[in-house]
């Protein structure tokens, strides 16, 4: 949706529009467009949608729920930032479940759900030898999107990315690191080639690996982490 375009108040009841509403705000969260920290102001919020503020309310009580957004005294809402503790929590839960949508898309994907896997893989490829960040986090989670759909579990599907969503800010910082985005295109491909195989134990082992943040890759995301602190203060 774009700047201009509003949310429909037509028929629809009160409660619909802050669904949409909340669904349209934790895209912006997820992608980037609305980083750890930023005020989600009502009044701005509700002209850009041209709704009253009341849904836009109860949306951002929904996500404070959620954990995407925090309630502050004299601020308002702003989007939540996490501890380093919290970070990594999070990111081992992450990896678990990734690694079982992996491990059942592996026994349950279909000739169909291959080809789409197939395609979104080679989008990546592309994109990480034009070394454009942006763009490849964007792929790159349509990448995973297929991987949690191909798990054919909407719980576990709806659980995984809802957490994706909360540490989506932090995923991104790890592509800043010089030669991320081609060696998590190379872990994306050992991933593709389990599930094709059918090796359910291997795309569990490889995934886990890809999210998981621990040695080098925990340092390095620290260092990231830092700076980008620095850049929003």
């Known amino acids: 949706m774009s700047m201009n375009e ?3 108040e037509r ?3 009160r409660q619909n529009r802050a669904d949409q509403l909340r669904d349209l705000i934790e895209e912006d969260i997820a992608s980037g467009r609305l980083p750890p920290g930023s005020r989600l102001e009502e009044s701005a919020l509700a002209e850009r949608f041209s709704v009253s503020r009341t849904p836009v309310r109860e949306a951002l009580a929904q996500l404070a729920s959620a954990g995407l957004v925090e309630m502050r005294p004299r601020q308002g809402a702003v989007v939540a930032t996490l501890s380093v503790e919290s970070i990594v929590e999070m990111f ?3 990896a678990n479940l990734e690694s079982l949508c992996a491990e059942l898309c592996a026994r349950r994907m279909t000739a169909a759900d291959h080809a789409n896997l197939l395609i979104l893989h080679e989008r990546c490829k592309a994109v990480s030898e034009n070394g454009d960040v ?3 986090y964007q792929a790159n989670r349509e990448f ?3 991987i949690y759909v191909g798990s054919h579990n909407r719980h576990l599907e709806e659980m995984t990315r809802g957490l994706r969503n909360r540490v989506s800010s932090y995923r991104r910082l790890q592509l800043r690191h010089p030669g991320r985005m081609r060696r998590s295109w190379a872990e994306h491909d050992a991933i593709v080639q389990a599930i094709l195989a059918g090796d359910s134990d291997a795309a569990r082992d490889v995934t886990k690996r890809h999210i998981a943040i ?3 890759t925990f340092t390095d995301f620290l260092a990231a982490l830092r700076v980008s602190r620095l850049d929003v203060a």
Do not use: K
């Open 134 to 136: 942006e763009a490849y």
């Open 6 to 8: 509003s949310v429909s």
């Open 144 to 146: 995973h999107d297929a």
């Open 11 to 13: 028929a629809e009841p």
């Open 92 to 94: 081992e839960v992450m």
């Open 214 to 216: 621990q040695g080098d």
